[in-house]
């Protein structure tokens, strides 16, 4: 097959990976309309790899994305209409590199993270690309140079996608594709506990909800060197993977005063809590839980304002952030602390569907049938981990 185009000419690729002339990809419509139809493939540039894409985990951000929009940002507005393929949380096959790309070679797995920040602004010169200021200024005449894929360019519901080459991880041999779609997840939670809260081996963590997120930060926390690790939730089936994946102390939140249980076994509160349930009462919870100069990370996104004691928070010294992906590399460690089976993130892996069965695998997800944690899409072409759905 040849490209004639110009963008194409300065592309390597390799008869070991043929391409065809499109791809299969899911376009977003009106809010929640899916639709299978073809596109071409894209072109690498510059510090770019064209990813086959094996595998794509379903995030509850894409939930949001497909019914409000948000956090999605196409052509400066609403994704809706644009001929926009979402999806964020995926791996894949390297198939074609860029000009100049020697980082990589055509045929390495890789899993990926979202953001590219532009590299230029103030918050990407301090490695917090996931917060750029130029976030979505990457289309038309206006290029700073930003791809957050799945947000605002073309995501992983398709067969292929372009990514920056920072933003590819490499996956080792044993890894199934299946387990690589986690490494995001975990990397998120990483994030929000060593680079934004500088967590330290010896203190107490509370994680309230048991979604995949809050699952690999009680993961994530006690391989860190929590201690203690305790997790609140009330799915009991979800707990005990919890305390599979090193929680010591699970709190029914459905049975006991989750806060009075947290002061018995912490004496004076928690280091660290991280809230990935994000309502009022799990916001004023993990208030009340966390020790003087203790720190809360919300890790969940409130559809409506919640009201909490600031006060408390102010006299107590208590430092209160919001974390947004996994920036500063932290799915680099992520994928470290995997790959040497620190912990088992193939535990949140709960359905497997194939592409065409998109939208029965976004039910699962969003409806929670047979208590689906995390939702896996493959495309079948790596080593599977065994949990499909007929």
């Given at each position: 097959m040849t490209r004639e185009t110009p963008e194409w000419k300065a592309v390597k690729t390799s008869p070991n990976m043929p391409l065809p002339n499109e791809m299969k990809a899911w376009v977003l419509g009106d809010p929640e309309e899916l639709t299978l139809t073809e596109k071409v493939i894209p072109?690498?540039?510059?510090?770019?790899?064209?990813?086959?894409?094996?595998?794509?985990?379903?995030?509850?951000?894409?939930?949001?994305?497909?019914?409000?929009?948000?956090?999605?940002?196409?052509?400066?507005?609403?994704?809706?209409n644009k001929n926009y393929t979402p999806g964020h949380e995926y791996m894949g096959t390297i198939a074609a590199?860029?000009?100049?790309?020697?980082?990589?070679?055509?045929?390495?797995?890789?899993?990926?993270?979202?953001?590219?920040?532009?590299?230029q602004?103030?918050?990407?010169?301090?490695?917090?690309?996931?917060?750029?200021?130029?976030y979505g200024k990457n289309y038309g005449d206006v290029d700073k140079g930003h791809r957050a894929n799945g947000f605002t360019t073309d995501g992983g519901f398709a067969q292929y996608a372009v990514n920056n080459i920072n933003t590819m991880i490499?996956?080792?041999?044993?890894?199934?594709?299946?387990?690589?779609?986690?490494?995001?997840?975990?990397?998120?939670?990483?994030?929000?506990?060593?680079?934004?809260?500088?967590?330290?081996a010896g203190e107490s963590v509370v994680v309230i909800g048991p979604g995949p997120i809050g699952l690999l930060a009680v993961a994530v926390a006690k391989s860190?060197?929590?201690?203690?690790?305790?997790?609140?939730?009330?799915?009991?089936?979800?707990?005990?993977?919890?305390?599979?994946?090193?929680?010591?102390?699970?709190?029914?939140?459905?049975?006991?005063?989750?806060?009075?249980?947290?002061?018995?076994?912490?004496g004076k509160g928690a280091d660290y809590v991280v809230d990935c349930a994000?309502?009022?009462t799990t916001t004023n919870q993990a208030v009340k839980m966390t020790n003087r100069g203790?720190?809360?990370c919300l890790a969940a996104f409130p559809k409506e304002p919640v009201k909490f004691d600031l006060g408390y928070l102010a006299v107590n010294n208590i430092y209160l952030y919001?974390?947004?992906?996994?920036?500063?590399?932290?799915?680099?460690?992520?994928?470290?602390?995997?790959?040497?089976?620190?912990?088992?993130?193939?535990?949140?892996?709960?359905?497997?569907?194939?592409?065409?069965?998109?939208?029965?695998a976004l039910k699962y997800a969003r409806e929670r049938i047979d208590d689906a944690i995390k939702v896996v899409v493959s495309m079948g072409n790596g080593p599977k981990d065994p949990k499909t759905v007929k």
């Open positions: 072109a690498p540039g510059k510090a770019e790899a064209l990813v086959r894409i094996d595998a794509v985990a379903i995030c509850a951000t894409d939930l949001e994305i497909l019914k409000y929009g948000t956090p999605a940002l196409i052509e400066g507005g609403a994704p809706f590199l860029g000009p100049g790309v020697d980082e990589f070679e055509i045929g390495d797995r890789v899993t990926v993270e979202i953001h590219a920040g532009c590299g602004c103030k918050r990407c010169r301090m490695g917090m690309y996931t917060s750029c200021h130029n490499r996956v080792p041999d044993d890894m199934s594709d299946e387990e690589a779609t986690l490494v995001v997840t975990a990397g998120t939670s990483m994030y929000g506990l060593t680079e934004l809260g500088g967590l330290v860190l060197g929590a201690s203690p690790v305790i997790l609140v939730g009330t799915r009991e089936n979800r707990n005990e993977i919890g305390r599979k994946l090193g929680a010591d102390y699970v709190i029914d939140a459905r049975n006991e005063d989750v806060v009075a249980r947290v002061m018995e076994l912490t994000g309502n009022e203790g720190r809360i919001g974390i947004r992906g996994e920036g500063r590399s932290a799915t680099h460690r992520a994928m470290a602390f995997m790959a040497e089976k620190r912990f088992d993130a193939r535990l949140v892996h709960t359905h497997t569907f194939s592409m065409e069965e998109l939208p029965t």
